[in-house]
């Protein structure tokens, strides 16, 4: 099963079985990964918001319109942030790093 590892605010890390079809959001919830998600994957919020390791960002699928939308209002956006819930893990993600931002903006 790929793996995929967490970077935590405090720096610490936190590897992870990420069963191929789950979203990271959903990777997260079941490893009590500090993530939100309050619009449970729906594209309504950016509480599920990551910034994806440099290495990982260009291998994943481009992000829709609305994702786009939703991460204007992440908090501490980045050049690599995305959605959590819209990053879906495949086998070609073995090994996926990405980091949980300090806080989270809910303007929904």
Known sequence: MPKMTFINPDGSEKEVEAAVGLSV???AHKNDINLEGACEGSLACS???????????DKLNEPEEEEEDMLDLAFGLQQTSRLGCQILMTEELDGLTVHV???TRNIS
């Open 25 to 27: 959001l959903e990777i």
């Open 47 to 57: 509480t599920c918001h990551v910034i994806v390791e440099e290495e990982w960002f």
């Open 101 to 103: 931002p300090a806080e």
